[in-house]
């Protein structure tokens, strides 16, 4: 293979003044290594940048770059490129023109300066003038100094200036009220966003979180050197966790989000990392697993969530309640043992009424509603507890003696019956004694306060002791009347005058996992979850399942968070201490919240004219 190279020693001279090159090789290499066909001591060159071929069938010249930049054809970087002639070849500022080759060569071409190769250029792509220019004159213009200079500039004004602005509180104030360029020059354009009001005190001491440095999470010890007292919502001392999946504090607290709250991420998966099989993390748990193909996009309720499992108290005759946990849908052993007996709410709330004392002897029509009973909380989170003074005494008289029909048996002091007794019929007047009726049957009261005895004591019969008639009546009390038409008695002995009363023991929060505000539900009404009506007995659970809330609660925003807390304590605390944000940090309310203002945020009262 023949290959004629011509080199022109100034721009336009004519070719008999030209300087020809001929190389007879199976290629032509071109490379700043002195063994290459066609040498360059250009800096951008490699040793050996390229090579050209010539087929012998068809003579189609081809050049392939041996350096990994490639090489440039035409202004464009190429690994293998097949050369017709008026082709610009460049390495840095050598450029090499391919001409049409004469009968006695097979492949010629001639080296031209970089203005014929840019005006070359410019003729092939005239739509992209500004880029051809600039790869050819790339040879003319130095970048370092360039390149260091922006390389200092950006440092100075992200990094420098910044800084000092954090140690100098004077220039970080001129650069905050100065133009958006001088703002981002301050201090606060390191932020990555404002904290949350909770940390406002902390806001400038980034070292309090980020205490292993810069540019790294917050470790756990970072949370808990201030909140030493936070629970988690289980007892982690009580329960023994295979490995360590618990989530970081920061996992589920994000700072530098919102400016006004600490964001709790409502994560499921993270949810998921325990509870999806929580037998494999805690083998003593007796929680449900939540099935595996359980996803946030979907209801949290809705066939996804397992049934709700009620923690109810079951009395079991014992001074100290037992909690039992039984399942919503296990209508066996779905029974509340709370010590009372004979109370129905289907009766209470007949819609005809029911009879009550009058206050003179007789009985008037009394028509009751849930919330004549039942009153909710300060808070109206929860209900208030049911007090026999408040609730019942007015129609559940503890009269027991025609006698003394305005006189009652103590309530809740049980063990004082007998005494009470024995000193009230010592000060009964003497007379002839008439015995008692016989006790009424367990259903077939007409009226509350019906008395089971109607008479006086004759000492001089030798039969009648005052002691006798007081242990005779004790009994009376505890069996066929009065305590016994609600309670259970306790009998440890058969001396009456050691016989007691059951305590009764109401379950307060059915579930103690969960949050639940019946303020927020205060457009229903009650029996629309709680399926009174028809309840007879006070052993009916009257509290609603899961296919009651699902009711409602089918949509994607019933995430865990709706219901459950992580920390069983619902507010934070600081070294024993409960915390709140000062007044004057809290700003208006953000979130997408309803019934009000958040918790802690004080609305002021308009004065009045």
């Known amino acids: 293979m023949k290959f004629r190279i011509r080199h022109a020693n100034q721009a336009g001279q004519p070719e008999d003044h030209s300087t020809h090159l001929v190389f007879e090789s199976d290629n032509l290499r071109i490379g700043r290594h002195p063994e290459n066909d066609i040498h360059t001591d250009n800096p951008h060159a490699a040793d050996f940048h390229g090579v050209i071929q010539v087929a012998r069938d068809s003579g189609l010249a081809t050049l392939e770059a041996l350096a990994h930049s490639g090489i440039l054809v035409n202004g464009k970087s190429r690994k293998i490129a097949t050369l017709k002639p008026q082709d610009i070849v460049s390495v840095g500022h ?47 213009l130095h970048v370092r100094p360039v390149a260091w200079f922006a390389v200092l500039l950006t440092l100075l004004v992200l990094f420098l200036i910044p800084l000092i602005s954090v140690y100098v509180p004077s220039l970080n104030h001129f650069l905050k009220n100065g133009s958006p ?23 400038d001491d980034c070292e309090k979180c980020h205490s292993d440095g810069a540019f790294t ?41 919102a400016d006004n709250f600490l964001v709790l991420g409502d994560r499921v998966e993270q949810c998921l990392q325990c509870h999806a099989d929580i037998k494999k993390i805690a083998p003593q748990s007796e929680l449900q697993s939540i099935p595996a193909d359980f996803s946030g996009e979907e209801s949290l309720l809705a066939e996804k969530h397992p049934e709700f499992v009620a923690a109810m108290v079951s009395n079991h005759e014992e001074d100290h309640p037992i909690v039992t946990r039984v399942r919503m849908d296990d209508k066996e052993h779905l029974k509340e043992h709370s010590g009372l007996r004979g109370f129905s709410h289907k009766d209470h709330l007949n819609k005809d009424g029911i009879l009550a004392p009058d206050g003179k002897g007789g009985a008037e029509i009394m028509k009751l509603e849930c919330w004549s009973c039942h009153k909710p909380d300060d808070q109206r989170v929860g209900m208030k507890p049911l007090t026999f003074e408040d609730h019942c005494q007015r129609c559940h008289k503890l009269t027991f003696d025609g006698l003394a029909p305005t006189t009652e048996l103590p309530h809740g002091k049980a063990d004082k019956i007998f005494t009470f007794l024995k000193e009230f019929y010592a000060r009964s007047p003497k007379g002839s004694r008439i015995d008692p009726p016989a006790p009424p049957d367990k259903n077939d009261r007409e009226l509350p306060g019906r ?6 004591l004759d000492f001089d019969q030798p039969e009648v002791t005052l002691d006798g008639y007081a242990r005779e009546m004790t009994q009376r009390v505890f069996e066929k009347g009065v305590c016994s038409e609600c309670h259970e008695p306790l009998k440890p002995s058969n001396d009456v005058s050691e016989w007691r009363i059951v305590k009764p023991k109401f379950t307060e929060k059915w579930y103690p996992a969960a949050k639940f505000e019946h303020k927020a539900h205060d457009l229903y009404a009650c029996t629309g979850c ?3 009506e028809s309840s007879e007995t006070p052993e009916d659970v009257n509290i ?27 507010q934070f605390n ?22 009000g203002e958040p918790d802690g945020v004080i609305t002021p009262t308009p004065k009045q004219p």
């Open 181 to 203: 360029l001088m703002r981002a020059m301050s201090a606060t354009s390191w932020s990555v966003g404002p904290v949350s009001r909770y940390h406002i005190r902390i806001a």
């Open 574 to 595: 600081m070294k024993g201490t409960r915390f709140a944000p000062k007044a004057e940090a809290i700003k208006p309310w953000h979130g997408n919240r309803s019934g």
């Open 451 to 456: 008395m089971i005895s109607q008479g006086s």
């Open 217 to 257: 999470n917050v470790p756990d010890k970072a949370c808990n050197a201030c909140h030493e007292d936070i629970r988690h919502h289980f007892n982690i001392d009580d329960i023994k966790v295979t490995g360590n999946p618990m989530p970081m504090c920061g996992d589920c607290h994000q700072e530098h989000i």
């Open 94 to 140: 050598f450029h090499l023109r391919i001409l049409t080759p004469d009968a006695e060569h097979d492949f010629e071409a001639e080296v031209i300066t970089p203005e014929e190769a840019q005006a070359h250029l410019l003729t092939l792509d005239q739509g992209n003038r500004l880029i051809r220019w600039i790869k050819a004159k790339l040879h003319q």
């Open 530 to 532: 709680h399926k009174v």
């Open 544 to 570: 609603p399942a899961q296919a009651s809330c699902t009711e409602c609660h089918d949509a994607g925003d019933s995430t865990c968070l709706k219901c459950h807390t992580f920390h069983k304590d619902p």
